[in-house]
RNA sequence: GGGGCGGUAGCUCAGCCGGUCAGAGCAGUGGACUCAUAAUCCAUCGGUCACGGGUUCAAGUCCCGUCCGCCCUACCA
């Protein structure tokens, strides 16, 4: 079970320059999901998350727009980043941007340090640059170029013309982690999650790693070298240290001792950066590596990919202004596997939406709710002198899938632990239909065991209510306050969720997930 | 070119070291019930397990090849 340890867990840093959409979301819901549950476990939480905004094609796009690329930045964040989490119901306990002051001069403290050290070099270097992916491209990731752009080579992923560039770099000998990278991945062999993605990283390693070239010169939106400000610092180079400038790098130690290391959540897109450049670069300042990247698949629309590059995403609004934040969060943590790829359609999300939440704990929690209210004028009954085994089988599920949820977090298999709560829900459904309350309420001789089992359904639907709640932070809440529990779902230790207190009254519940009405 | 992953009921997916492995959920169909959001519960229809070979007493489950989708990674220019 859970103890007051520290759990610390990141997002990627949104790139400013895009428009938010569903794969965005994803992983801040499931970095919040993680978070709030170990926050009510009891352990000393920290979610993080953030904008990344430096870089050269943020400044093109910023000055395309006549603005100033902080101007620009200030903007997105404004009013399309930060209103993300809450359309989203994200909870997260900070928010850095790399333009944020406390990041800016730590990261600058943090290479020089480096620097100093000696794992720094001064180069020369030369390649084709592609703008939109912030990074020189190897030959194999350029192809001949169509149209306006024939006879030139473009990148393979924006099918816009690359440039030639040659410049003098400052380089960070990662090539000399190899080895201690892959002691690495040997020892700790959950470091890298899932499976095909820590073997992914193995083998790139195994193949030998170049040096990164850290530095530009040819534009100057970025954080400054300290020791050469005509460069700045490369934009990814810059952006990994979001996760521990955030956390009281080279300013606070005591809470950077308090939170770091932290579990970082990405899309398997740029897994590389977080399991080989960010660990590397933490070993040459002689700090800890993270305690784990955890590499999750790709939304498939239509049997395509969500692409952040080519803008092909769907809004989360699109989504939550029909259904809600709640079925959201639910919707893309249960019916993905986590770590793998998964498959989106509105037809699943609203076939998914009626029957589990709608159908079945919703429809779940206002038959209890009403039951209680009609056969017991709304006083919640003890139900002591009724009890049959069948009473005694719920609660040793509920205790069952408590554990169950909770041990699928820790291997942050949030899907497992939403389908161990399920479990319950289709139990006390199926419970309630053999023991017909509802007929028991027609004989006065059988009122005992009609308490009983409305007793045993309202203990049932507490723990469905903890167990749920960092999922259904809101209909969770609500089914709270109709439970009549004291204090706020919130409160709940989750790890021992079925063992939450009851009220002593239930209150009228509106349905938690209304019908909708889909059109086509 | 190398390496890896996937191709199982209409849909989304489980099936570890070969022997009830032909499954689950949803959808469909039939029935029961009425507390509830026309809900719930029970039963049931449904698959040549991509294709072709092979190994074996026995293969979605191992081997070889082919096709399709995807990912990682070279080389030549």
Known sequence: MADGSSFYITTPIFYVNDVPHIGHAYTEVAADVLARWNRQAGRDTWMLTGTDEHGQKILRTATANGVTPQEWADKLVAEAWKPLL???DVANDDFIRTTDER???????FLQKLYDDGHI?????????????????????????EGEYAGQLVCAIHSKPVELLHEKNYFFRMSAFADRLLELYETRPDFVQPESARNEVVSFVRSG?????ISRSTFDWGVKVPWDESHVVYVWFDALLNYITAVGYGQDDAEFARRWPAQHLVGKDILRFHAVIWPAMLMAAGLEV?????GHGWLLVGGEKMSKSKLTGIAPEQITD???SDAFRYYFLSAIHFGQDGSFSWEDLAARYQAELAN??????????????RYCDGQVPSGEAGRTDADAAVAALEAE?????????????????IAAAWRLVDALNGYLTEQEPWALAKDPAQRDRLEAVLATAYRGLGTLAVLLSPVLPKATGKLWTALGAPGTVQEQPIDRAHEWTPGSRVAALEPLFPRVEVAE
Not at 129 to 142: A, F, W
């Open 86 to 88: 809450d359309t989203i």
């Open 103 to 109: 990041h800016e001069a730590n990261v600058q403290r």
């Open 121 to 145: 070099y001064t180069g020369e270097y030369e390649g084709y640059y592609c703008v939109g992916c912030e990074e020189y491209k190897q030959q194999s990731e350029l192809v001949d170029g």
């Open 209 to 213: 790693l170049a040096d990164l070239s």
């Open 290 to 294: 993270p305690r784990g990247v955890f």
């Open 322 to 324: 029909t259904f809600g």
């Open 360 to 373: 079945g704990f919703g429809n779940l929690a206002s038959r209890v709710i009403a039951m209680i209210g």
């Open 401 to 417: 899938v408590t554990d169950a949820a909770w041990r699928a977090i820790e291997r942050l298999h949030v899907h497992e632990a």
